[in-house]
């Protein structure tokens, strides 16, 4: 049981390399372009659960990791963050190989709004419960950044990959919520839950994804320049 987080973590890398074999997602700077976005991404999200673990609302149960901590957060999560990020790429990548019919691109804003509107009704009747707070405030900026201000366009390939990066998030967190590996205080959620998953990590794990391709596009808008 010790390893079975670290081996969840690792084997969601076994995704973008069939990926690869098939459809060779990682070629002309992509896999360069997908390392450092998952990386940033990875940052991101590992500063934001060391805040909520230092505020005591996450916890982890060692007992069900090798027990490599930094920050009171087992290395696993750490992985996890970056392994999550990384596939949610290589999907998106592959989708948009195999299916590259863009026509849907302008029914994304729509759904955006949608999630937006979601967000602060959320945050609205969620309030003073920070880990809700935390979860749909992210989303919530990120969406009117990458909606409102941002000249990259991408969100329908994006929610696209979300529905399927729905597969292993429920595996992955279906386990860790399961075997109570991870923790958080139940005064700070909405009490919501699907398959035993708090409702709030579905929408952490749309922000982890968007924070990733968003970096994934911007660098290689960049290196198009």
Not at 104 to 109: C, N
Not at 195 to 205: C, D, G, L, R, T
């Amino acid at each position: 049981m010790k390893f079975t987080f670290l081996l969840l973590a690792l084997g969601l890398l076994i995704l973008p390399l069939v990926f690869h074999l098939d459809k060779k997602i990682f070629k002309d700077g992509n896999f360069k372009a997908a390392l450092g976005a998952s990386l940033i991404s990875a940052i991101v999200f590992a500063a934001i659960t060391v805040v909520l673990q230092l505020l005591g609302i996450v916890a982890f149960d060692v007992n069900n990791t090798i027990g490599v901590i930094f920050k009171d957060v087992p290395l696993e999560q750490y992985l996890l963050h970056f392994s999550f990020s990384f596939v949610a790429i290589s999907v998106y990548l592959y989708f948009n190989i195999k299916f590259p019919n863009n026509n849907l691109q302008k029914y994304s804003l729509a759904l955006s709004n949608l999630l937006l509107g979601l967000c602060v009704a959320f945050l609205f009747f969620s309030y003073p419960k920070w880990y809700t707070l935390s979860a749909f405030a992210t989303l919530l900026i990120l969406l009117f950044l990458i909606e409102y201000a941002g000249r990259l366009r991408f969100m329908y390939r994006a929610y696209r990959a979300f529905a399927l990066m729905l597969i292993p998030f429920y595996i992955v967190y279906g386990f860790l919520f399961w075997n109570q590996t991870l923790l958080i205080a139940k005064n700070q959620l909405t009490g919501m839950y699907v398959a035993k998953i708090p409702v709030e990590n579905h929408f952490i794990a749309l922000s982890m994804l968007l924070v990733a391709i968003y970096m994934f596009e911007f660098f290689k808008s960049k290196k198009a320049v």
